[in-house]
């Protein structure tokens, strides 16, 4: 569960400071030029009192807002409300009527705006920040009726989002395409993904490290195992038992050992067109995991590494939930705001 943090931001009725530098030009001597009175939509007050200043230096006026007030007709606190109430998962509409008995009415178009808003703002903090080992996964959701590829990046030190893409996660050149400048503007330099050939080629390519999601590998692993057991020979069947313990295990000389064992298994060719044998099946597995092996173990040496891809598919789970309620998202923006300001549970 993310913890929400309610911090709804100050609105004074008129402001106590005053400007310090003029938007224009930067000049910092002013004349008062009149007060106006500006009705605002807010929890607790109906208008505020807003000044207007004289630039000394261009002479252009302006209007200097109080705190928590801009040119929008609701206050930051306001806006901010809404989007809580949206998070902790009212409908747009239910939103509009929970703000009722504070005197505000709140179409649900202007609460949608409301969130487009704070999810632009969060993207935009979220653009510099550091991130060390980002998780990386695909979902696939509905927009109007139509599926669509959605790779989601996490931040695996505090679970929350930070991008959110359509990006086609089998396609190798569209994930680096979206995934190299990410890396490079927030400092990344290890990836969390499952075991999709795309992600490794792209951490390859990179210069990342890479940690495979030891729940997929052992899920479809444990499927291989599952087949082989049926058809391999009962003089080899030794070699499954050793290649479950090992990814139990994940030792450090485990590629090593795959790799032996890969080498005792005589290799039988089939001719052109025929299936594999059994045999060459299981090679196959013992030269692929033996290959891999240090993508399953990152997480070994590296403290801050988790061994799962857990953290992604929770901050992922969060924005299901919601889209759940929301019922189908009209438009590519508005998942993504979607997206975004659930799986981050509001600043
Ligand atoms: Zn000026």
Request: net charge positive; proline share 5%.
């Amino acid at each position: 569960m993310s913890i929400v943090v309610l911090q709804l931001p100050d609105v004074k009725r008129k402001s106590e400071t005053r400007p310090e530098k003029c938007r224009y030009c930067q000049g910092e001597t002013f004349q008062r030029w009149g007060k106006v009175g500006k009705p605002v939509r807010d929890s607790r007050c109906r208008k505020v009192q807003v000044y207007r200043y004289r630039c000394c230096h261009c002479r252009r006026t302006f209007r200097y807002y109080p705190q928590g007030v801009d040119r929008a007709d609701q206050t930051q606190r306001l806006r901010k409300l809404a989007v809580i109430y949206w998070v902790l998962g009212m409908s747009l509409r239910g939103v509009g009527m929970a703000l009722g008995p504070f005197g505000v009415k709140l179409s649900h178009m202007s609460v949608w705006r409301d969130l487009q808003e704070q999810a632009n703002l969060l993207e935009k903090q979220r653009h510099w920040k550091p991130v060390r080992v980002l998780g990386v996964d695909g979902v696939y959701p509905l927009v109007k009726g139509k599926k669509r590829s959605v790779l989601i990046a996490v931040d695996l030190g505090d679970g929350r989002p930070v991008a959110i893409g359509q990006v086609d996660e089998s396609n190798p050149q569209a994930v680096r395409r979206w995934l190299e400048p990410l890396v490079k503007r927030l400092g990344v330099s290890v990836i969390v993904t499952d075991d999709l050939a795309s992600f490794r080629s792209v951490a390859e390519k990179l210069g990342l490290e890479h940690q495979v999601c030891q729940f997929h590998v052992r899920r479809w692993v444990g499927r291989t195992l599952h087949e082989l057991r049926e058809t391999v020979p009962k003089e080899w069947q030794w070699v499954l038992d050793e290649i479950k313990g090992l990814l139990n295990e994940l030792p450090l000389e485990g590629s090593r050992r795959l790799f032996e064992l890969w080498k005792q298994i005589p290799e039988r060719r089939t001719g052109q067109g025929q299936p594999l044998s059994p045999l060459s099946q299981l090679r196959a597995l013992l030269i692929r995991l033996s290959e891999h092996w240090p993508t399953y173990r990152v997480f070994d040496w590296d403290k801050d590494v988790p061994w799962t891809n857990n953290g992604t598919e929770q901050a992922i789970g969060r924005m299901k939930m919601r889209s759940r309620t929301v019922r189908g998202y009209k438009s590519w923006p508005g998942m993504r705001a979607g997206l975004m300001l659930s799986g981050s549970g509001v600043a």
